[in-house]
């Protein structure tokens, strides 16, 4: 691997996003069919759905009740800048571009013998069974070099999507960028630090947010807190 | 991790082959061999390397790119093993013809690189594993040590029953010597791999999303209503249920019973059916111990869906 003249990554705001899954169904429906495509899907409208998909969204739950919070965490392929997933692939299908850091599949080389997904510690590379070849997210090089594309049109499609502006694409090493802008001004974190594959995609940290109550509203005389009792127990609708 | 049947194969037949003809080779640098025996064992040896190549290729989406294996040596363990595991086949093959038909000492250059190389590849083999620094498992030496000594006792089994087959009872004898040591210290690492599982300490979800340790987190929602690749590769729920009734005949048939077949045929003589069976219980054996291996390894990547 030589020296990496750029890297392009995502930032994904946790305390915007609202785990509404689009970025995910957007993505899939774009490189379903784009030039990387298709993602197969087996069952889809049967009882046990399966198939690839390059993001996924997983929701938990942080603190202890009544002092939780919920964490909506988007998934998808870091970009790492220390990829471990490179050295393990036998044939070279696997590789980092030096232009832009993004690391991407050669479906023709892909022999399919998984070991790149055993090497993630993300779990961001899947199985395609019908295709029989690992993939990945591509950043989505298919539309952010399309010059057929307008300007602010050259973006992944799960940032195009985002309802909630949670997602931003750009150059994580160039100062001027709002990527890079962001991970500074607003602490970007990376996910599993101490697997040390250095991932470009970061996430910006969710904000507690605290509401007090006044203990006086959760007493059992108070007349509001009476109605809203009722309410849940069907009796007055 | 899912247990790939393919390549629990490739290590059996692999080692079966690697390990017998390197105790047939030492045994006839020391001793002195009929040539018979010798080819008799490459033949045996070739056959199942690339049996286990084939079966190999099982485990694989494209089999017909598997040539393409030999691009990334400089890097990958699997490329190397691809490697050396061909190189070996081939070396064995040649020597074999070699021995055949010319009436010349030269296959034993052919025969000194072939054991090299057959042990590169066994080398390699352990290394994909080892290396694996998200199957915390794994990631130890002692999974190195099991899979070479692995290879030693299946094949020096093999060995014994075709050195006694063919009439070479004095050197049967050195090599059950050998065949005991190493079941002996097959069963001290693996039950030293066992007990370290339990020590080590695994990392968190706290860890995996990178936030404070005194924070009490919970997967909520997975994202999908059913399994997808991540969560049947890395974790083999019906696999994780049958450990525990699978990994005691696993001890029993890989160490327990060939250890007590050897020492009686060291102590009261040997006989065919005794070696027959030490052999079948190690290769079955071990079999369902590779297969409790890959049950055993737990993926990092489980942390996200809270099945670590």
Known sequence: ?237 | MHPPISLILFFLTAGLSIGSFTGIFLIDLIKGLNSNVILITKLIATALIGLGAFSASFHLGHKMRAWKAIKRFNTSWLSREAVFSGIFGFLLFISFLIQLSYNTKAYIILDILAVITGWLSAFSTAMIYTSNRFVPDWNTSLNTLYFLNMYGFLGTSLASLILYLNGNVESTKIMLIIALSLFIVGLVIRVAYNVRRYIIKLPTLNDALNLPQNREVKVLDKGSTTDNYCTTEFYYKKGKKLLPSLLPPAYILTFAVPIMLLITCIAKGTNTSFLALSLMSATVGSFIERWCFFVEGRHVQNLYYGLL
């Open chain 1, 1 to 237: 691997m030589g020296t990496i003249m750029g890297q392009l990554a995502l930032v994904i705001d946790l305390n915007t996003c609202v785990g509404c899954h689009a970025c995910a169904v957007n993505c899939k429906e774009w490189n379903t069919q784009a030039e990387f495509g298709p993602l197969s899907d087996f069952d889809p409208y049967g009882e046990k759905p399966s198939g690839v998909w390059y993001n996924r969204i997983m929701t938990y739950e942080i603190g202890n009740y009544p002092h939780t919070q919920v964490l909506h965490l988007p998934k998808s392929c870091l970009h790492c800048q220390d990829p471990p997933c490179v050295p393990v692939c036998p044939t070279g299908a696997t590789f980092k571009r030096e232009k832009d850091g993004i690391v991407l599949v050669n479906y023709d080389d892909c022999i399919g013998c998984k070991l790149c997904s055993w090497n993630c510690p993300y779990g961001c590379r899947e199985f395609d069974e019908a295709d029989k070849v690992m993939k990945k997210c591509t950043l989505c090089i298919d539309r952010i070099y399309d010059e057929a594309l307008p300007p602010e049109q050259r973006q992944p499609a799960c940032v195009l999507t985002c309802p909630a502006k949670a997602r931003f694409f750009g150059d994580i090493e160039d100062p001027e960028s709002e990527a890079y802008k962001l991970i500074k001004e607003r602490n970007g974190f990376i996910l599993f630090p101490s697997a040390d594959t250095k991932p470009a995609n970061h996430y910006l940290p969710k904000v507690e947010t605290k509401v007090e109550v006044d203990d006086n509203v959760l007493k059992p005389d108070n007349p509001i807190f009476l109605e809203v009792l009722s309410r849940h127990k069907g009796g007055n609708r």
